[in-house]
């Protein structure tokens, strides 16, 4: 029972390299997002996806780009990499189905660094 | 601007005893309210949610309540054991958009045996 696998696991990377991050799920959850986390700060939510082919920005979209072109994947892209993306990104996905909301499932996190 | 804090960044307590963990909120539209716990080099994990329609929901050890009126909101975890050191974030959702969670900084527990 996989979940949500995020690859790599750590990444180091110059200022001005690209790079995609990669999600996967195999829960067949119509909802995924990209979160960032901070060293002392909460998740901020980068982008989300309610369906394949559907994405939409979420607080701190900039310098990020998302695609979803089936429902298991969900790649994050660094365009061009600055200082300020080093960070722990984390994918999740939930189910739209059942009652009421449903939880997101996180994957363990992708470590950045920027040089 | 925090729209959900959580003002404690750590506890301690004794094994066997209460652990209450506490979070406010300022955006009166948030509808779901849930609490992760995570430990080091994993990623947060589902503890327990509750819904504004509610005031209370239990889960085994785990209870939280919310104080619609005050835009707060709490976790008790009885009886604390060692395994439930880690980092627990409350995050909230507007209009059942839970994919759009928006998170507190986190509170560090500490389960002393």
């Known amino acids: 029972n996989a979940g949500v696998t995020q690859t790599p696991k750590f990444q180091v990377l110059k200022t001005g390299q690209s790079m995609t991050l990669q999600c996967a799920q195999d829960?067949?959850?119509?909802?995924m997002s990209w979160y960032r986390q901070d060293p002392g700060m909460g998740l901020r939510l980068i982008h989300y996806?309610?369906?394949?082919?559907?994405?939409d920005q979420g607080e701190v979209p900039n310098g990020y780009n998302v695609s979803r072109s089936t429902t298991e994947d969900f790649p994050l892209r660094l365009l061009s990499a600055a200082p300020s993306q080093t960070s722990v990104y984390f994918c999740?996905?939930?189910?739209?189905?059942?009652?009421?909301?449903?939880?997101?499932?996180f994957g363990d996190g992708t470590r950045l660094s920027i040089l | 601007d925090q729209q959900v804090k959580q003002n404690s960044p750590s506890l301690s307590v004794q094994e066997g005893r209460i652990s209450i963990l506490n979070c406010d909120y300022t955006?009166?539209?948030?509808?779901?309210f849930l609490w992760y716990k995570k430990y080091p080099a994993e990623g947060p994990t589902f503890l327990i949610s509750?819904?504004?329609?509610?005031d209370k929901n239990e889960d085994g050890r785990f209870t939280v309540f919310l104080n619609k009126s005050a835009k707060h909101l709490s976790l008790h975890i009885v009886p604390s054991q060692p395994g439930d050191s880690a980092v627990y974030f409350c995050?909230?959702?507007?209009?059942?958009?839970?994919?759009?969670?928006?998170f507190g900084k986190g509170t560090k527990l500490t389960v002393n045996p």
């Open positions: 999740a996905s939930r189910t739209g189905g059942g009652p009421g909301n449903q939880p997101q499932h």
């Open positions: 829960m067949n959850h119509e909802y």
């Open positions: 996806s309610v369906g394949a082919g559907i994405t």
């Open positions: 955006n009166s539209m948030f509808d779901y």
């Open positions: 509750i819904s504004s329609i509610k």
């Open positions: 995050a909230a959702s507007v209009q059942g958009g839970s994919e759009k969670l928006v």
